[in-house]
């Protein structure tokens, strides 16, 4: 599971957060989420995520279609919500297929799955990166594949895609009356062909990395023959896990959600304290700007330590609550994310101009105000930099306790 980082793009995050909090919390409940986390129930919105685990009733699950302009796809969804290409409200077909935006269409028998009929892979001049871009490809729960004839190339990019978001996928092979009839013309019982169809599928899967999906061979034309059926009593049975695996996927983005009216409220004290180092930086005096930095940065410390801190016993309590092991909640709680340069090097840059401005201070006396400036500028960068990267990792570790605490001993899986 890739933890989100509460730190970057935060405009973008906040937005989609706030959609993830909506698609499994009303308004009111958020607000409620919100409330309590403020004043330092930690265990309590833990426990309501746990609630809401237990009965997600009702909770959407959007459902993907993918496939190339003449795949079948817009005609499997018409297949599926017992509509012909001419009623009103079906999906468009032939011609009328290469949509440039992903359409959505309500599944009448099952309200709470919404079916998305996804621009033909081959309906735009560009590439694979570009294309999941612009049909926003992370933000559906469930996926289906759409071949007709062969094994794609894109098929196995696609699949490698999804299951690398952890989520899972079914890969039909459509207009299989073709195939049947085709079968027919040259004497090949049609068991022993499908067999075939369905083991070069599972091999090309495996030749590119991907973990086989649950593949089906269907006619949009003749629902009551060959997988239709049992697609659609699979899909039935499979609901409930997708539903749950969605939403255990979505427990750090919840989180983050949930965090970030309280996140906002320590900004602006580490803003102030950056400020303040900054402020005091400015004077001229050896080695002050390095002291401030180091103060203000430790004070900030200890006031997340009082905002964000969560004791053993609070541990203990969760652990006794969701029947896991308080070892195992606290050090997942506190594993830090990979060190990375990239994400150390401003602080060390600023450290280093802190240091720089010392130096000067004792050897050039001609160049004061550059040198206060410097220290000033040093300080605060310091100052605001590591705090908001420590804010960002307390946060980070709830997400993670979160996660830990209610993921499933045995996930199920597709």
Same mark, same amino acid.
């Given at each position: 599971?890739?933890?989100? $980082?509460? &730190? #970057?793009?935060?405009? !973008? ?6 959609? /993830?909090? =909506?698609?499994?919390? %009303? @308004? ?39 496939? $190339?302009? &003449? #795949?079948?796809?817009? !005609? ?6 017992? /509509?012909? =290409?001419?009623?009103? %409200? @079906? ?54 594949? /759409? ?268």
């Amino acid at each position: 599971m890739e933890f989100c $980082d509460p &730190g #970057s793009c935060q405009i !973008t995050r906040d937005k989609m957060t706030s959609s /993830v909090l =909506s698609k499994f919390f %009303g @308004a009111e409940e958020v607000r409620s989420l919100q409330s309590m986390y403020s004043t330092g129930n930690v265990v309590t919105v833990i426990l309501e995520l746990q609630r809401k685990a237990e009965d997600l009733a009702g909770v959407k699950i959007n459902v993907a279609m993918l496939g $190339d302009v &003449g #795949s079948g796809k817009s !005609t499997f969804i018409n297949a599926m919500r017992d /509509v012909r =290409s001419d009623d009103p %409200g @079906a999906a468009p077909t032939g011609n009328g297929e290469a949509s440039k935006k992903p359409t959505r269409y309500r599944y009448p028998s099952r309200p709470d799955i919404q079916l998305w009929d996804l621009p033909g892979l081959n309906s735009f001049g560009f590439e694979l990166n570009r294309y999941l871009k612009q049909v926003n490809f992370e933000s559906y729960d469930f996926y289906i594949i /759409v071949s007709q004839s062969r094994f794609r190339e894109c098929d196995g990019e696609l699949s490698k895609r999804i299951q690398a978001q952890q989520k899972e996928l079914y890969y039909i092979r459509s207009k299989i009356d073709n195939d049947a009839y085709s079968m027919q013309i040259q004497g090949i019982d049609f068991s022993r062909g499908k067999m075939q169809i369905i083991q070069d599928c599972v091999k090309n899967f495996k030749s590119v990395g991907v973990k086989p999906p649950a593949i089906f061979l269907i006619s949009s034309f003749d629902v009551k023959e060959y997988d239709f059926p049992k697609l659609n009593s699979t899909l039935a049975t499979d609901l409930e896990s997708i539903r749950s695996n969605t939403f255990s996927r979505a427990i750090p983005e919840m989180m983050l959600g949930i965090q970030l009216s309280k996140r906002r409220l320590i900004m602006r004290v580490i803003v102030l304290l950056a400020f303040l180092s900054g402020a005091v930086g400015i004077i001229q005096a050896p080695g002050l700007p390095f002291l401030t930095a180091i103060a203000c940065t430790a004070a900030g410390w200890m006031y997340f330590r009082w905002q964000l801190g969560v004791s053993d016993r609070v541990v203990w309590n969760l652990s006794g609550r969701v029947n896991k092991s308080a070892t195992l909640l606290k050090t997942e709680m506190e594993h830090q994310p990979p060190f990375t340069l990239l994400r150390f090097s401003p602080k060390v840059l600023s450290f280093i101009l802190t240091v720089v401005c010392m130096i000067v201070v004792f050897t050039d006396s001609h160049h004061s105000v550059t040198v206060s400036v410097f220290g000033a500028m040093s300080s605060s960068a310091f100052t605001f930099l590591v705090l908001k990267d420590s804010l960002d990792d307390r946060l980070l570790s709830q997400q993670i306790l979160a996660k830990t605490a209610l993921q499933q001993e045995d996930d199920d899986h597709l």
